[in-house]
Structures are given as structure tokens and as C-alpha cells.
């Protein structure tokens, strides 16, 4: 594989992440080039891991929960946390070269850990402070529309109710004077008849 198809194929496996991320790599890579004297024609097998790995790298570099410290080196993207744990003493208190490096994303860890409670606690007083501000107009306006919507449907039981009791009272009304009617018939004939509405 030529230099040219190295970088060709290393921009369109990284065409999906974000554009400055994609070009820092690929400046990167040509940058490491160029000082080695690769020229655009020249093979270079064996001088970096394939553009596949090297993207799947990154990637995942990027889209780590924490904030860990990535460092480029000759062989690609490399994520110094896990590097600088392997390299830990074994014996409490012997220096070693490479602890610093370990210290230091403890340090950013720590940091963005802060700022994530510091983000949170934020959002939690804010919710609140909306909350307590907004309660009495929301129960307001929440109040008057069930008053509303228990106001109409109160009418329509009101309405059914009415007209059902009015229908009833004519009902029995009816009954109770036709009744009363053929008991007068008995009595008077002509105040049966009355009452009875046929004349």
C-alpha cells in the first residue's frame, strides 16, 4: 500500500466522526511522513498498523466515557491511561518515569468528575427553582380547566336528569289524572268526560 492509498483509505474510514477529529489524524499521518521522507508513490508496509485498526482506534478513542489522555505515537493513537496503569510500581513508593503520566489523567478524571456533580447539581436546583416559581400558575390555569371541564359535565348530568325527571312527572301526572277521571266517571258523567280531556 502507497502513501496516498494509506491516507485515501484512512479519510473515508473516518468520514463518519467529526471533521476536525478526522483531519488532526490525517495530518498526523502525513506529517509523520513527510519527516521520514515517504514520498506519495512509496510503499510503507510494516511502518504503521492498517488504516482499518488504526480508525477502529480512534473511534473508540472518542467515544470513551471518560476523559482520558490519547497520545499519538508511531504506530497510531494511543490511550496513555491503560498504558500508564500497566506501568504502575509494583511496590508502594519505588518512582517510576511513566507514573507522572498516570497521575495526570487521574487529575483530569478528577476534574471532569467535579464538573459533571458541579453540571448536575446545577440542573437539579434549576428544575426546582422552576417548579416553585411556576406551581401557582400551573395550578391555576390547571384548576380553572377542571373546574371547567366538572362545570360542563355537571350541566349535561343536570340536563339529562331535568329532562327525565320532567318526563316522569308528566307521566305519572297523566296516569294519576286518567285514573282519577274514570273514578269521577262513576260519580258524574259529565266531569269524567272533562277530565278526561275528550271533550
Sequence with gaps: MTRLEFLKELDYLLQDIDDKDRQDALDYYRDYMDEAGVKESDHIEGLFESPEKIAISLRTSLNEDMDVHIESGDQGFRNMHTEAAAKVPEI????????????????????????????????????????V?????????????????FGFFGLVIGLVFGVAG??????????????????????????????????
Design 166 to 199: 320532567g318526563a316522569l312527572g308528566c307521566l305519572v301526572g297523566g296516569i294519576v289524572l286518567f285514573v282519577t277521571s274514570i273514578l269521577k266517571l262513576v260519580v258524574s258523567v259529565p266531569k269524567g268526560i272533562f277530565m278526561m280531556g275528550v271533550a
Design 133 to 149: 416559581v411556576a406551581a401557582p400558575i400551573i395550578l391555576g390555569i390547571g384548576g380553572g380547566l377542571l373546574g371547567l371541564v
Design 92 to 131: 508502594y513508593g519505588q518512582p517510576q518515569e511513566d507514573e507522572t503520566v498516570f497521575e495526570d489523567v487521574k487529575v483530569e478524571q478528577n476534574e471532569s468528575q467535579k464538573k459533571e456533580q458541579k453540571s448536575s447539581l446545577g440542573k437539579i436546583l434549576l428544575i426546582a427553582a422552576t417548579c
